[in-house]
């Protein structure tokens, strides 16, 4: 079993991780800036700014990250940052990371520009480039030596559409997945089942990755 850390492990995204991997018998620390209103069974939790997340890196086998670009994480390059920060603790400390980024990241078709850099309604914009900023940074300067996957969900992500768990989804690469109908979906469940599946079972390194039905 592994000791994994979540940082951001109170939000849609992180719950989810850090509830399946507890299921699974992983050891799971979450680190966000308050305590949840339901705590998931076998989960520690810590609390703090996101400046000081990386107190729960020290002994860890996996960092995941699942922050998003709002509130005081907001502004061009914050998060970035930040991320750079917990990469260069994971680094040192031989723990494999694993980012949780932005479906914005992917390509439509192989080598078309990423969605991110086409038109974005505003409202997303901000936190679409950002997420972009920190896989390219990953891809072209991550610490020599961090075990790194960046993973970016289907397009119909998010607490808005929740999902159950089906136990089935496919993973692929920086081209974005599709079904027959032209939609792009996953639910909060199955995502955390393929990270946490990922985590034991790790077959991808230094790369970017994407899930969806």
Same mark, same amino acid.
């Given at each position: 079993?592994?000791?994994?850390?979540?940082?951001?492990?109170?939000?849609?995204?992180?719950?989810?991780?850090?509830?399946?991997?507890?299921?699974?018998?992983?050891?799971?620390?979450?680190?966000?800036?308050?305590?949840?209103?339901?705590?998931?069974?076998?989960?520690?939790?810590?609390?703090?700014?996101?400046?000081?997340?990386?107190?729960?890196?020290?002994?860890?086998?996996?960092?995941?990250?699942?922050?998003?670009?709002?509130?005081?994480?907001?502004?061009?390059?914050?998060?970035?940052?930040?991320?750079?920060? @917990?990469?260069?603790? /994971? =680094?040192?400390?031989? !723990?494999?990371?694993?980012? +949780? &980024? $932005?479906?914005?990241? %992917?390509?439509? *078709?192989?080598?078309?520009?990423?969605?991110?850099?086409?038109?974005?309604?505003?409202?997303?914009?901000?936190?679409?480039?950002?997420?972009?900023?920190?896989?390219?940074?990953?891809?072209?300067?991550?610490?020599?030596?961090?075990?790194?996957?960046?993973?970016?969900?289907?397009?119909? @992500?998010?607490?808005? /559409? =929740?999902?159950?768990? !089906?136990?089935?989804?496919? +993973? &692929? $690469?920086?081209?974005? %997945?599709?079904? *027959?109908?032209?939609?792009?979906?996953?639910?909060?469940?199955?995502?955390?089942?393929?990270?946490?599946?990922?985590?034991?079972?790790?077959?991808?390194?230094?790369?970017?990755?994407?899930?969806?039905?």
């Amino acid at each position: 079993m592994s000791t994994i850390a979540v940082i951001g492990g109170t939000g849609y995204t992180g719950t989810n991780i850090a509830r399946e991997a507890a299921s699974r018998g992983h050891g799971v620390v979450s680190w966000s800036r308050h305590l949840p209103a339901a705590p998931v069974g076998g989960v520690r939790y810590e609390t703090g700014a996101a400046a000081d997340a990386a107190a729960i890196i020290p002994g860890a086998d996996v960092v995941v990250l699942t922050l998003s670009p709002r509130g005081e994480l907001a502004g061009k390059g914050t998060q970035l940052g930040l991320y750079q920060e @917990y990469a260069a603790s /994971a =680094a040192e400390t031989g !723990a494999r990371l694993i980012v +949780v &980024g $932005g479906f914005s990241s %992917l390509r439509p *078709a192989p080598d078309e520009p990423r969605f991110a850099e086409g038109e974005i309604p505003e409202q997303f914009r901000e936190e679409a480039l950002e997420g972009e900023s920190i896989r390219a940074w990953l891809a072209g300067s991550a610490p020599e030596g961090l075990d790194w996957v960046f993973v970016s969900p289907a397009g119909g @992500y998010g607490s808005w /559409a =929740a999902g159950e768990k !089906a136990g089935v989804y496919r +993973v &692929g $690469g920086e081209v974005a %997945l599709f079904d *027959a109908e032209g939609r792009s979906e996953i639910s909060g469940p199955d995502f955390a089942d393929a990270i946490v599946n990922e985590i034991e079972h790790p077959e991808h390194h230094r790369t970017h990755l994407s899930v969806a039905y």
